[in-house]
């Protein structure tokens, strides 16, 4: 049987009919011998066939999409003879070979234990005499510790802890991401949180970490913890944060129904409340990291009046800190429910102005935040805040005057005193001296030294803007530099001459992180709270290309998931501000009438809010956290 050669070029009309077209064979004959075949799409003669029939003979290009091969069952161009079943997905056939097993999940911090262990020695690093057993791999080689294994080497911060997965609670609900989220957290997470990383200062680590050993709800936390930063740069982590975080909450929610609870659950719930709060604040600020918070401090306060150990436990210490922290900066940011606290009694803290007066007459929030922080090291930067506690205080300060200045303009006692607090918050601002924590010194640990001295320097500037935009959008007259000065005479020029310092302050802060960006954007203790409320301030563009490069390279990191909600909330004060630029001297002149208002309702409507406190009410009543 003669071999059937199949024509690829062949014109529309014999494809049709399912026919050879001879246009092949026509194109070698001589025209001299075949005058009837004329020439068709310019050099190519018609064929035999549709000269034959009378039919039209064309031979151009025709496009044929996927879609209509895919319907009608055949092979899309030249790709191979196909039906509709080779669209269907195949399963991959997995060709198992002899050889080493790779560990995918494995970290460097495993290998390096594991060389450590194979070495002989033990935990506490002591070694021993016994002698080294051979191992195997699954291809029969013998595997023999080498210090030049390729691995770079990660500095053990504790010896006592070792992240062996088989001590911890099993899982009823475990994910396939679990121990590799363990390793995470005790990797990068507690090596990460704060600026110091031993047992006084990282209680992530040192304390957080063994109770996940005797507890499977605080481990799911801790999990879901490990997910939900993961998820910043990766969304496959999203399921498994969603599931330890649901284990989280039901356990907390079955423990807090339970009649009695003795210390140790007591301390539980403490701990798993905090890591819902930690979680939510990373799930992009969400708005019930507040409520986790008042319920840690609920907490807090109910242990103090039923047990009797748990005040000199250092993790109840850093629970308080941690409180006074996240609610101290959620103040400035929007307004909280104000409740007197119980105040046990005065501390005797106080500011020191310049001429070295001081007073005690502080608001109830202030002694109330500082029964827990200790006198003498009330100045030495905390490794976890990045700052002070007595400039922790100084910004609750700022905030207690913004919330009393509303009622102070109609009551002249009143509204002197309150200009006395601002010139000693103010002075104290200026002459406050932070100095790194005394374990830091016997350390050698230069660049922790300069990580102190940035994101401290940040804060406090940071705090002077603040309790500078305290006085631009609630009441110039309370930052008159002068005693003598009229009431009358405080208009316009004061609100011009803090303008001016206010962007002096926000350029000194911009160029700062800017200069320093690797020191403050190590650990998580950066600087996002002086760079937002400098942000909000940056009013001329080159300003805010900076502001935006910072954030940028913040969000690049992919660590802290509130980044990009303090970023959208900047951009929309952004928004505000320009399109009121044009009534920039009516707003002015409404915010001095407003002062000599007689009707205190009548002011509290017209100034009332921060310009970053309306944007996030426009975003939909965002509960931003910026610690």
């Given amino acids: 049987m003669p071999n059937i050669t199949r024509v690829r070029t062949g014109c529309w009309a014999c494809k049709s009919r399912r026919i050879k077209c001879d246009s092949e064979s ?52 030249r790709s191979r003879s196909s039906v509709v079943q080779d669209l269907i997905p195949r399963p991959s056939r997995r060709i198992r070979r002899d050889g080493p097993y790779l560990f995918v999940n494995t970290t460097a911090r495993d290998v390096e234990t594991y060389y450590d262990i194979s070495c002989g020695h033990s935990i506490t690093g002591t070694t021993t005499t016994s002698v080294q057993p051979e191992q195997e791999d699954g291809g029969g080689r013998v595997l023999e510790p080498s210090p030049a294994c390729g691995i770079p080497a990660l500095p053990l911060p504790s010896p006592s802890i070792l992240i ?53 709800s605080i481990l799911h936390g801790l999990l879901a913890i490990s997910a939900q930063i993961l998820a910043i740069s990766d969304p496959r982590y999203r399921v ?9 909450t039901r356990a907390l929610s079955h423990a807090l129904q339970q009649p009695k609870h003795g210390d140790m659950q ?35 306060s109910h242990n103090e009046r039923t047990s009797t150990v748990i005040g000199s436990n250092s993790m109840h210490k850093f629970l308080k ?27 005797g803290f106080h500011h020191t102005t310049s001429q070295g007066q001081g007073s005690p007459s502080l608001s109830a929030w202030t002694e109330y935040l500082s029964t827990h922080m200790v006198l003498e090291d009330m100045d030495q930067v905390d490794p976890y805040m990045g700052m002070s506690n007595s400039l922790l205080l100084l910004i609750n ?50 660049a922790n030294k300069g990580e102190f001295v940035a994101i401290a320097e940040v804060n ?57 960006f690797s020191l403050v954007s190590r650990c998580a203790t950066i600087p996002l709270w002086p760079l937002f409320v400098a ?66 309702g009548e002011e509290s409507r017209s100034i009332k809010h921060f310009e970053w406190e309306d944007a996030l009410k426009i975003l939909g009543n965002w509960k931003l956290c910026l610690t």
């Fill in 535 to 600: 942000g909000c301030f940056a009013h001329e563009d080159a300003d805010r290309i900076c502001v935006s490069a910072v954030f940028g390279k913040l969000e690049a990191l992919r660590r802290f998931g509130n980044i990009t909600p303090a970023r959208r909330a900047m951009q929309c004060v952004w928004k505000q501000h320009d399109l009121g630029a044009q009534d920039d001297r009516k707003r002015r002149k409404t915010m001095v009438e407003a002062c000599d208002q007689k009707e205190s």
């Fill in 266 to 300: 007591l301390e539980e719930m403490q701990i798993l409340t905090f890591i819902l709060c930690w979680s939510d604040i990373t799930n992009h600020s969400s708005s019930s990291w507040l409520t986790h918070l008042y319920g840690m401090q609920s907490m807090i």
């Fill in 26 to 77: 026509q194109a070698t004959l001589a025209p001299s011998r075949e005058p009837s075949l004329t020439l068709s799409q310019g050099r190519r003669p018609k064929c035999k066939r549709c000269v034959i029939r009378g039919l039209d003979c064309d031979y151009s290009l025709r496009l044929i999409f996927q879609e209509d091969s895919t319907c009608r069952g055949v092979a899309h161009g």
């Fill in 164 to 216: 062996n997965f088989s001590i911890y609670p099993v899982l009823a609900e475990s994910t396939d991401y679990d121990p590799s989220l363990l390793s995470y957290y005790e990797t990068v997470i507690c090596g990460s949180a704060t600026l110091l990383d031993n047992e006084e200062h990282n209680p992530y680590r040192h304390h957080v970490l063994p109770m996940a050993l005797l507890s499977e």
């Fill in 321 to 347: 800190r941690y409180f006074a922290f996240h609610w101290v900066l959620a103040r400035t940011v929007f307004a909280l429910p104000e409740e007197e606290p119980d105040v046990p009694g005065p501390r």
């Fill in 460 to 516: 406090r500037l940071g705090a002077l803007l603040y309790l500078h935009a305290m006085g631009m959008f609630k009441s110039p007259r309370l930052c008159l530099a002068e005693d003598n000065v009229a009431d009358s005479d405080a208009g316009d020029f004061e609100y011009s001459r803090l303008e001016q310092e206010a962007t002096a302050l926000m350029r000194r802060i911009l160029a700062l992180v800017t200069e320093e």
């Fill in 397 to 446: 300060e700022a905030t207690e005057i913004y919330r009393s200045a509303g009622s102070s303009e109609h009551d002249p006692c009143l509204r002197a005193a309150l200009r006395s607090r601002f010139r000693r918050t103010k002075a104290s601002l200026n002459n406050i001296h932070q100095r790194e924590p005394s374990s830091a010194n016997g350390l050698d640990q230069g």
């Fill in 240 to 248: 498994a944060a969603l599931q330890h975080g649901v284990h989280a």
